[in-house]
């Protein structure tokens, strides 16, 4: 609406798109944060304020959005370099993410063993890092070898920034910490020095900045504003989240688990309409996906660890335990001095 009446470029409808997305959140993180009121609640209220606003504004009509908007948003990388069946820019991304991807996978075997900590066989790190590369040269080849301007999406790279970007600020930050002590015991956190209102109101204003940052991407995929864009696409984002391993409780997940679990959403959605499944049972569907994601978390925290592949580290790393108690115990000066029937 901003681009159409009142004639702000298409860079300016983005940068206004953002700014309104953070002052939204703003508004929210107050009554989060200051005011005291569930987060759950004031989501639920926002989600009808905010969408009663959108209909309101845009009279309840489908709005087109210019070609520059969507061809910064939803475009797709051009050809340069020498003429080959392969876009040549997306061959280029493919071979910096393979590069990445070895660099950080012996990176962090490097330090681990630097560390003394618990260190997965070589043979793992190879084929884990072999199978992480073979898919992403795969996706490479299938993105490079399209038609003519279907080559790796601008939004894709939109994507990978954010992914690293907050893979970088949760795990690496003293917010990411921050956040992670709040949604674990908020309490805790306080008493450690934690200032949590603080951290709840940051937690509201990013989401809502990046929530302004979707509702653009899809508009531009869209080509058009309608007053029924985002309706039931929360029940998508909370089993998303769920099925990549965030706990509801708070204070457990990651950004790739919840990307993971966004494209396995996703993959069911097309799979869904691809097999010809009717709307009303793919709602059933999705619920009974979002109530086992839940059910299974529940169970693991119930018993004790977060996942099935903690329990195999886990496991793992008490075998190992044993077998250097053992090594230890062999080489002490008693266990040398006594005959060999008495060692053993």
Not at 57 to 77: D, H, I, M, N
Not at 114 to 142: D, I, K
Not at 200 to 211: G, I, K, Q, R
Not at 286 to 304: E, H, R, S, T, W
Request: aromatic letters at 10%; hydrophobic letters at 50%; charged letters at 10%.
């Amino acid at each position: 609406t901003s681009m159409r009446d009142w004639g702000l470029p298409w860079w300016a409808g983005i940068l206004l798109g953002i700014a309104l997305g953070a002052a939204i959140g703003a508004f929210q993180g107050f009554w989060v944060a200051y005011v005291g009121v569930p987060a759950f609640i004031v989501t639920l209220a926002g989600m009808m304020i905010w969408r009663g606003a959108q209909q309101y504004v845009g009279q309840a009509q489908t709005v087109a959005v210019p070609g520059e908007f969507r061809q910064a948003l939803y475009g797709y990388l051009p050809e340069v370099g020498p003429a080959t069946p392969y876009n040549n820019l997306t061959l280029l991304l493919g071979l910096l993410v393979i590069a990445a991807i070895v660099f950080f996978q012996f990176r962090s075997r490097a330090k681990r063993k630097q560390m003394h900590a618990l260190l997965e066989p070589l043979w793992v790190t190879v084929v884990r890092t072999a199978l992480l590369a073979g898919v992403v040269l795969y996706a490479t080849l299938l993105f490079a070898s399209g038609r003519v301007g279907t080559s790796f999406p601008l939004s894709g790279i939109i994507l990978v920034v954010l992914i690293m970007f907050y893979a970088f600020l949760t795990s690496r930050t003293k917010v990411g910490r921050h956040i992670y002590a709040v949604g674990g015991n908020r309490r805790a956190a306080e008493l450690s020095g934690v200032k949590s209102r603080r951290t709840d109101f940051f937690v509201m204003l990013n989401m809502s900045t990046l929530a302004g940052v979707a509702g653009m991407l899809w508009v531009a995929r869209a080509g058009a504003a309608g007053p029924g864009d985002g309706n039931m696409w929360e029940l998508d984002a909370i089993a998303g989240v769920f099925i990549g391993g965030a706990a509801v409780s708070g204070g457990i997940g990651t950004v790739f688990g919840s990307v993971v679990g966004g494209l396995v959403m996703a993959v069911l959605n097309n799979g869904l309409q691809l097999v010809g499944v009717t709307t009303d049972r793919m709602q059933i569907i999705k619920g009974l996906v979002l109530l086992v994601a839940v059910g299974i978390d529940v169970l693991n925290k119930q018993q004790g660890r977060f996942s099935f592949i903690g329990l195999m580290l886990a496991k793992l790393k008490a075998k190992q335990g044993q077998t250097e108690l053992a090594a230890v115990d062999s080489e002490s000066p008693r266990a040398q001095s006594l005959p060999t029937d008495q060692q053993s």
